[in-house]
């Protein structure tokens, strides 16, 4: 290959540099997910890119590329170069990839150089690069020790987590608190978008010489997202310290999570039109995706102190009222799930305590 024209193989410092990404693919593609500092900037649309298919199936590689060169000519060219040397000038040491690290993202390249602007791709493009991080997330998950925060729901444990240098906020990247009431108004990441995301955090997290990973306690599933089949394993086989908070700090925790935070997101979210539902429906909703697991009398008590609290914040002003289903909502559901589910952990169990106790044992503890 000629020096004019380079790839890029080390994919691990794609990571630890966080190189800007163009990626070339057609939007439906980069909709299945792709990788961190990743930008959809395509080489075809997905039209385009159904008709390229169809002619190489029917015709070959070579018809198909001369479609693709009909396709993308003149003014449709000119934009797309634009956009492309935009962005590349916009950031520096960006890096080109699509599908396989072949046709696409070399033509791209040869157009780009003729205009004076040299990019390296990435060898093997998406399917290489997606590989070694699936790989390279599995190595890491075997070879860190693995601590979990545990602790019942509103014990700000993500609180927590965020102020740990050595630890990995999982809810954060999966965009989901990880309850049934966790979900924000954003959508959440694609499923292959979350596992491109979580390798890179841990490969950053291996770079920065933590010799611990830390996690939140959570199930393999944050709300839609799931963390790959063997890393959970792995990760479950770490040593388990609970975070232990008074109940009344917890509800205070959730109330500022779940409604004052919430409220504002969701109806701005709303309003913008990026979310199809306000928060009380939001919340309406929740309560009916766990109605069998509350039962018909908890589930028509909690909705309607729900509903009296929304009616009294829209009268007064005042959403306190919500702190009285959010309590009965923590003992009578959350709480007896948590205690079976600490009940199945108790041999991993290594410490528990409050937040500065907990705090103090993280810096003490030795490692293995």
Same mark, same amino acid.
Request: charged share 30%; net charge neutral; glycine share 8%.
């Given at each position: 290959?000629?020096?004019?024209?380079? %790839?890029?193989?080390?994919?691990?410092?794609?990571?630890?540099?966080?190189?800007? %990404?163009?990626?070339?693919?057609?939007?439906?593609?980069?909709?299945?997910?792709?990788?961190?500092?990743?930008?959809?900037?395509?080489?075809?649309?997905?039209?385009?890119?159904?008709?390229?298919?169809?002619?190489?199936?029917?015709?070959?590689?070579?018809?198909?590329?001369?479609?693709?060169?009909?396709?993308?000519?003149?003014?449709?060219?000119?934009?797309?170069?634009?956009?492309?040397?935009?962005?590349?000038?916009?950031?520096?040491?960006?890096? %080109?990839?699509?599908?396989?690290?072949?046709?696409?993202?070399?033509?791209?390249?040869?157009?780009?150089?003729?205009?004076?602007?040299?990019?390296?791709?990435? +060898?093997?493009?998406?399917?290489?690069?997606?590989?070694?991080?699936?790989?390279?997330?599995?190595?890491?998950?075997?070879?860190?020790?693995?601590?979990?925060?545990?602790?019942?729901?509103?014990?700000?444990?993500?609180?927590?987590?965020?102020?740990?240098?050595?630890?990995?906020?999982?809810?954060?990247?999966? +965009?989901?608190?990880?309850?049934?009431?966790?979900?924000?108004?954003?959508?959440?990441?694609?499923?292959?978008?979350?596992?491109?995301?979580?390798?890179?955090?841990?490969?950053?997290?291996?770079?920065?010489?933590?010799?611990?990973?830390?996690?939140?306690?959570?199930?393999?599933?944050?709300?839609?997202?799931?963390?790959?089949?063997?890393?959970?394993?792995?990760?479950?086989?770490?040593?388990?310290?609970?975070?232990?908070?008074?109940?009344?700090?917890?509800?205070?925790?959730?109330?500022?999570?779940?409604?004052?935070?919430?409220?504002?997101?969701?109806?701005?979210?709303?309003?913008?039109?990026?979310?199809?539902?306000?928060?009380?429906?939001?919340?309406?909703?929740?309560?009916?995706?766990?109605?069998?697991?509350?039962?018909?009398?908890?589930?028509?008590?909690?909705?309607?102190?729900?509903?009296?609290?929304?009616?009294?914040?829209?009268?007064?002003?005042?959403?306190?009222?919500?702190?009285?289903?959010?309590?009965?909502?923590?003992?009578?559901?959350?709480?007896?799930?948590?205690?079976?589910?600490?009940?199945?952990?108790?041999?991993?169990?290594?410490?528990?305590?409050?937040?500065?106790?907990?705090?103090?044992?993280?810096?003490?503890?030795?490692?293995?």
């Amino acid at each position: 290959m000629s020096p004019s024209f380079p %790839l890029i193989d080390d994919y691990r410092r794609l990571i630890t540099e966080k190189r800007p %990404l163009i990626d070339l693919r057609a939007p439906a593609e980069f909709a299945k997910g792709s990788f961190p500092g990743a930008v959809n900037l395509p080489l075809l649309s997905d039209e385009e890119r159904e008709a390229v298919g169809t002619v190489y199936k029917r015709e070959g590689n070579a018809a198909a590329v001369a479609l693709g060169h009909r396709l993308v000519t003149g003014a449709v060219k000119e934009e797309r170069m634009r956009a492309w040397i935009d962005f590349i000038r916009r950031h520096p040491g960006t890096v %080109l990839f699509c599908w396989r690290g072949g046709q696409r993202s070399q033509i791209v390249q040869e157009w780009l150089a003729e205009a004076g602007v040299v990019v390296p791709r990435i +060898r093997g493009g998406y399917k290489a690069f997606r590989r070694f991080l699936m790989e390279e997330s599995l190595r890491l998950g075997r070879a860190k020790e693995t601590l979990i925060i545990g602790g019942r729901t509103g014990s700000g444990k993500t609180l927590l987590i965020d102020e740990l240098p050595d630890a990995i906020d999982l809810e954060g990247l999966a +965009r989901h608190r990880g309850s049934a009431f966790g979900r924000y108004a954003a959508p959440q990441p694609p499923q292959i978008g979350f596992e491109n995301a979580l390798a890179a955090a841990q490969i950053l997290h291996d770079d920065a010489g933590h010799r611990r990973l830390i996690i939140e306690d959570e199930s393999r599933n944050i709300g839609q997202r799931y963390i790959p089949h063997e890393l959970f394993a792995e990760f479950q086989k770490g040593r388990v310290i609970l975070l232990e908070v008074p109940l009344q700090e917890r509800i205070e925790i959730t109330y500022a999570d779940y409604i004052l935070y919430a409220q504002k997101e969701y109806d701005e979210a709303h309003a913008r039109g990026d979310a199809p539902y306000n928060w009380i429906e939001t919340m309406r909703h929740n309560f009916r995706r766990i109605r069998k697991r509350l039962g018909g009398e908890r589930y028509t008590r909690f909705l309607a102190m729900l509903d009296s609290a929304w009616e009294y914040q829209q009268r007064s002003g005042d959403p306190a009222r919500h702190k009285e289903w959010i309590e009965a909502l923590l003992t009578e559901y959350y709480d007896p799930m948590y205690d079976w589910q600490i009940d199945n952990k108790k041999e991993r169990i290594v410490f528990r305590g409050d937040r500065k106790a907990v705090l103090e044992y993280l810096k003490n503890m030795p490692s293995d």
